[in-house]
């Protein structure tokens, strides 16, 4: 069920009006439902708890990147996520946020030693290793410490995600991961260092995926590696399957979480059953679109209408500095009016105040608008407000949370002077 809908031809985030949200708080501003967030984590952990896992036995590590404001962590932790982090700066918010660090994994190619500093003080659960000269590195800073840092490699299965290349992760040319073919002498190399513990396994394939079936693919390919690695008394406590599963942006039929889940339990039960005796694994998700991207959206008002020569442009408050998915990828992301017009619909850009031919945020929409009208940019929650720049000195949008029909400020909208507030002019 989506949390954006029209009541009485008004376009509202639960109970609440956008319209309302515009007058108060202004535009451009993020809103988000909290109510779908809530919906969204429950489906991971609703699955979890119907296959028989507890909180020893599976673990929602919600990937901070996808959305990392306080409000959003804050609201998860409480319902029990983890986290997965790619920098010090992520670990910071999830302590912020009041977030359990035993619950953090620190993934990402290029960990520095002040993050790995960081990241053992806190004694996060598991740093998701990509590299040799990695181990080495956190092998030392953990000796530094006098800490044991345990440790989860993250294997490239060689999977095709089918996805757009830009977020496809899990094929050999990807910076990412350790190459299937290497994985044995790497971890051989793990078990070896004294400051490493060996505890885990991981992968991400890639994003916005429609299909789980690369997925579990990559889960034959762990699970291959973990009974070889057994057999070489390289024993794994948890594997670790990544994000990766997509959302509805036009007419996109995703595979629903809790089917996934099923599908994976049900082979992850098999294999244990035949192989170990039933003895389970802990297994972890890194989920981050399918939580927030559809609780948020950015709204939007109408500035000009433009009647260029060839197109109609709608030229808008918020731009690719606000959200730079459609710009940087192509992406579609639906545009609703907030308020519905019996006018005569054109066909419209919708585009941003940034001097860039690559500024816009939907192509050829059909539309009924006029200057001063407010829109609604569709599945906005991930990777919108994380990606945004203050490109051309545009203070970032404001952030609301709407709970029922009260409405939240969790972030103010920037003003220009904290922009350069960090700048210094020359003695
Ligand atoms: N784990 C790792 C190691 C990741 O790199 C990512 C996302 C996730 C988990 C979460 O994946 P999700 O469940 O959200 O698919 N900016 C792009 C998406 C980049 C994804 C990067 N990695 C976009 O706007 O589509």
Redesign the pocket.
């Known amino acids: 069920m989506s949390h954006f809908s029209y009541q009485d031809g008004v376009l509202c985030a639960e109970n609440t009006p956008l319209a309302q949200i515009a007058q108060q708080f202004g535009s451009p501003t993020y809103i988000y439902s909290k109510a779908a967030l809530v919906e969204n984590f429950s489906a991971y952990a609703d699955a979890c708890k119907q296959h028989g896992r507890n909180d020893e036995t599976a673990l929602v590590c919600y990937?901070v990147?996808?959305n990392s404001n306080l409000a959003v962590l804050n609201l998860l932790g409480k319902l029990g996520s983890g986290f997965?982090i790619v920098s010090g700066g992520e670990l910071l918010r999830v302590l912020a946020a009041g977030g359990s660090p035993r619950k953090v994994i620190f993934?990402g190619v290029g960990k520095s030693r002040e993050e790995m500093q960081l990241a053992l003080s806190h004694d996060i659960l598991c740093f998701n290793v990509e590299s040799i000269p990695e181990l080495h590195r956190l092998n030392a800073v953990a000796t530094e410490m006098g800490k044991k840092a345990a440790v989860s490699l993250r294997v490239n299965p060689n999977v095709d995600a089918k996805t757009h290349p830009y977020?496809s992760?899990g094929l050999k040319d990807n910076k990412f991961g350790i190459a299937y073919e290497d994985t044995l002498t790497t971890y051989r190399v793990a078990a070896a260092l004294p400051n490493i513990e060996v505890v885990g396994i991981d992968c991400?394939i890639g994003?916005?995926l429609l299909d789980d079936a690369p997925l579990l693919e990559a889960v034959d390919k762990l699970i291959e590696l973990i009974d070889t690695l057994d057999a070489e008394g390289i024993h794994l406590h948890h594997l670790d399957i990544?994000?990766?599963?997509g959302i509805n942006y036009d007419n996109d039929q995703p595979v629903a979480v809790g089917d996934y889940l099923a599908r994976l339990f049900a082979k992850i039960d098999a294999w244990r059953k035949q192989k170990h005796g039933g003895a389970p694994i802990k297994v972890l998700f890194?989920?981050?679109?399918?939580i927030v991207g559809n609780a948020g959206i950015l709204l939007t008002e109408v500035q000009y209408i433009k009647h260029g020569e060839t197109k109609n442009f709608a030229i808008v408050d918020a731009a690719m500095n606000d959200l730079m998915?459609p710009a940087m990828?192509e992406?579609w992301h639906g545009v609703l009016p907030v308020q519905q017009r019996d006018s005569a619909v054109a066909t419209y850009d919708v585009v941003g105040p940034v001097c860039e031919s690559g500024d816009w945020l939907a192509r050829s929409r059909e539309l009924a608008i006029e200057e001063g009208d407010l829109l609604a940019i569709m599945s906005a929650g991930?990777?919108g407000m994380t990606?945004s720049s203050n490109y051309n000195t545009r203070g970032r949008a404001a952030e609301v949370m709407v709970d029922g029909d009260k409405v939240h400020l969790i972030r103010k909208r920037e003003a220009a002077s904290d922009l350069f507030a960090l700048e210094s002019l020359l003695p």
Not at 242 to 245: L, P
Not at 286 to 290: C, L, Y
């Open positions: 990937s990147k996808s997965d993934s977020i992760t991400h994003s916005q990544g994000g990766g599963i890194e989920p981050g679109r399918s998915r990828y992406a991930a990777y990606m």
